[in-house]
Nanobody
Framework: QAQLVESGGGLAQAGDSLRLSCAAPGRIFSRYAVAWFRQAPGQDRELVAAISRSGNSIRIADSVKGRFTISRDDGKNTVDLQMNSLKPEDTASYSC???????????????????WGQGTQVTVSS
């Protein structure tokens, strides 16, 4: 059962922008390290971006560096993935994941995350 809720996926053309949002109903999101993953059919799951509890530490995958950014708004209890200059190879199901952590660290391995969203599809046409 998904415990995070993603929104903002959909259809886009190459060069467009989309903004994905991950919400954590009923949780104090500021206590969690959060990451976005994506998985395309027939491919392994890929870490796209990760952010620490404070937002001071961020990691962006090389494949999207310079185009995607991750940010968090603990007042709104959300973590967003801003995706600019989209490419057809960005087509995938995007999921957010959160790990309850005691320190301000990045979490990047899928098995370290406690809760996941159901995923939102992003499809980019050329």
């Amino acid at each position: 059962q998904a415990q995070l809720v993603e929104s903002g996926g959909g259809l886009a053309q190459a060069g467009d922008s989309l903004r994905l949002s991950c919400a954590a109903p009923g949780r104090i999101f500021s206590r969690y390290a959060v990451a976005w993953f994506r998985q395309a059919p027939g491919q392994d799951r890929e870490l796209v971006a990760a952010i620490s509890r404070s937002g001071n530490s961020i990691r962006i995958a090389d494949s999207v560096k310079g185009r995607f950014t991750i940010s968090r708004d603990d007042g709104k209890n959300t973590v967003d993935l801003q995706m600019n200059s989209l490419k057809p190879e960005d087509t995938a199901s995007y999921s957010c994941a959160a790990a309850f952590v005691a320190w301000d660290i990045l979490v990047t391995s899928p098995h370290e995350f406690d809760i996941w969203g159901q995923g939102t599809q992003v499809t980019v046409s050329s």
